[in-house]
């Protein structure tokens, strides 16, 4: 196991409402990266978040927001939610924001958006 | 834009015999390439990594790839295939001009036959 940790582990909601999704890090990361994985399909980059700060951002829309807290676990929001966003929500942790360095997975939370 | 090819959904192979899963890349920049590896339910297992030097990487559970520049390849291999192996396989690509994200490709099925 990597020491990532995500819950909670499924989570069902209706079109419309809002989600939020928890990550703690691997200890001694300070990076956090989250990642959707729809059916059948590789993961896409959502955004990262770098000491507290966003570091880089994906081709999501705005109601997708996040944070990172001072002890380097992060949060997922999302808002008016919509049946696309039904998927597999995995955060990554790394010891820096260097694409060199290796993102290690927690194992995920499955959203399913009725 | 950047991108990762897996050209194969699904990869048979007999227990004992070598298998390979093929990955292919396009990236400005030099590569840093991965592979991941996906057990049902579960997030995304770390195998092995390229980031500069000898092109045959070692990693888990007896996995090797081999980095080939001219072809843009770095295929994933085993000598000798387990039926455990049987899981679906990433492979992704950052770069150090994009060093927040990870691009993964569509993943490969890899069944392995007792």
């Known amino acids: 196991e990597t020491g990532v940790t995500q819950s909670p582990t499924h989570l069902i909601k209706t079109r419309g409402q809002q989600v939020t999704l928890r990550c703690s890090s691997q200890?001694?990361?300070?990076?956090v990266s989250w990642y959707q994985q729809a059916l059948g399909q590789g993961p896409q980059f959502i955004f990262q978040?770098?000491?507290?700060?966003?570091?880089g951002r994906g081709n999501f829309p705005p109601r997708f927001s996040g944070l990172q807290f001072p002890n380097y676990s992060s949060e997922l929001n999302v808002n008016a939610l919509e049946l696309d966003d039904s998927a597999l929500y995995l955060c990554?942790?790394?010891?820096?924001?260097?694409?060199?360095?290796?993102?290690?997975f927690g194992p995920g939370t499955r959203l399913l958006v009725l | 834009a950047q991108s990762v090819a897996q050209p194969e959904d699904q990869v048979n192979v007999a227990e004992g015999n070598p298998l390979t899963v093929k990955c292919t890349y396009s990236?400005?920049?030099?590569?840093?390439l991965f592979w991941y590896v996906q057990y049902p339910n579960r997030g995304l297992q770390f195998l092995l990594k390229?980031?500069?030097?000898?092109?045959l990487v070692k990693g888990s559970y007896g996995f090797e790839a081999e980095f080939n520049k001219s072809q843009t390849s770095f295929h994933l291999k085993k000598p000798s295939a387990l039926v455990s192996d049987s899981a679906l396989y990433f492979c992704?690509?950052?770069?150090?001009?994009?060093?927040?994200?990870?691009?993964f490709g569509t993943g490969t099925r890899l069944q392995v036959f007792p």
């Open positions: 990554a942790s790394s010891s820096n924001y260097r694409g060199l360095e290796t993102q290690y």
């Open positions: 390229y980031i500069t030097g000898d092109n």
């Open positions: 978040y770098y000491r507290e700060e966003e570091n």
């Open positions: 992704a690509v950052s770069t150090s001009y994009n060093t927040d994200k990870l691009i």
């Open positions: 990236v400005s920049g030099n590569p840093y």
């Open positions: 200890s001694g990361h300070n990076t």
